[in-house]
């Protein structure tokens, strides 16, 4: 004999999962979507790995134009 009536509780828990879980992927789409708008732009992306890049460098930049 198994119970099958589904009390009040149980509702208002899975309207609450489901609203969690509705936020959960808007959040995860938004971080998805400014990745993908980051790499995006292509060869114009550097980072500080570490070495020394002189294009980095505002100050090499501006000893170059003198």
């Known amino acids: 004999m198994s119970i099958t ?5 149980h509702k208002r828990r899975s309207g ?5 879980a509705v936020v959960l992927v808007g959040f995860i789409a938004l971080v998805f979507g400014l ?3 980051k ?4 060869s ?3 980072a ?3 070495s020394y890049r002189p294009s980095l ?5 501006r000893f170059q134009q003198r």
Do not use: C, K, W
Not at 5 to 9: I, M, Q, T
Not at 16 to 20: A, Q, V
């Open 48 to 50: 500080f790995d570490h």
């Open 35 to 37: 990745t993908i708008a």
């Open 44 to 46: 114009a992306l550097q």
């Open 39 to 42: 790499v995006s732009g292509g």
């Open 5 to 9: 009536r589904e009390h009040d509780l």
């Open 16 to 20: 609450r999962n489901i609203g969690l």
């Open 57 to 61: 460098d505002p100050d090499h930049v």
